[in-house]
């Protein structure tokens, strides 16, 4: 239950509202192993547009069963057997969801266990931060079964592994898990306990936060990645001009003036 989202649009989606704003978005084809149909990536539309002006603190993205996602409903492009121009049609909805999440100004943590593969790793590297555990594992399987990536893993896969590594993982299929998958950059965090309980742990963090400052970490950061050094330079500057003079800040402002705010210490 939430009362900031209408929860009853949602088929594919179990949201349930937590504390401060925080909303468990959970992908529900546990039997399909959350495999992203159409109808699921026009449900992820409809969620991302909303949630930005919803008054939505923090999302963590999980899904349900022993897997977070097995990307492309297989099946079901199988079963409709797509012209060039539909499939088009339908990469760019998936663009339109993963954008809305990436841009859209509030934080996404994503919950990954068991499979994280295809278009599951591209909805995960959509999220701002991920959070992985002994069962996560990684994988591009596109290549073998005789696909390419259509939901912008040449763009946010990249941009986590680096080119070389992307390319290896949809030539060979490489899988990667474990702390391997933490140092090349897949996955911020990895616990030996429960991804979810992290994840829900870190939203909480990310929700104390204010909602404006938020949003520019979740949306200006990766505009700016689009720009170039001077026009990133640019913008950042308007951004702070906006972000840092804000109202709310004023009160966290007076209390590190006067002492009472946390201070910045390393980790005991
Ligand atoms: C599916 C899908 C799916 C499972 N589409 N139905 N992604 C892949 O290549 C990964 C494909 N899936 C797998 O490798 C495995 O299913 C898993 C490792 C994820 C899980 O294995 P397992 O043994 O637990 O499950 P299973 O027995 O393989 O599947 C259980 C059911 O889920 C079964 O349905 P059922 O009705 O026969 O019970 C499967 O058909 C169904 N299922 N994965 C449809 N992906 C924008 S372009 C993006 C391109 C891509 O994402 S390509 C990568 C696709």
Redesign the pocket.
Known sequence: MTTLIDSSRYANLDITEQDNGVLLVTLNRA???N??DSATIEELVDFFTAAPRAGVRAIVLAGSG??FC???????HHREDRSPADFMH??LR?HEAFNKMEYGGVPIIAALK??V????L?LASAAHIRVMDNTTYFA???G??G?????GATIRVTDLVGKARMIDMMLTGRVYQGTEAVNIGLAQYHTDGSSLDMALELAQKAAENLPLSNFAICSAVSHMRNMSAMDAAYAEAVVAGVVNTQPDARARLAAFADKSAARVRPNS
């Open positions: 039997a399909k192993r495999a992203l022993d897997h097995a990307g492309l409903d297989l099946v079901e339908l990469c998936w068991g499979a593969v295809g278009g599951g591209e591009l399987p596109e073998q079964r696909l390419f990536t259509g939901g």
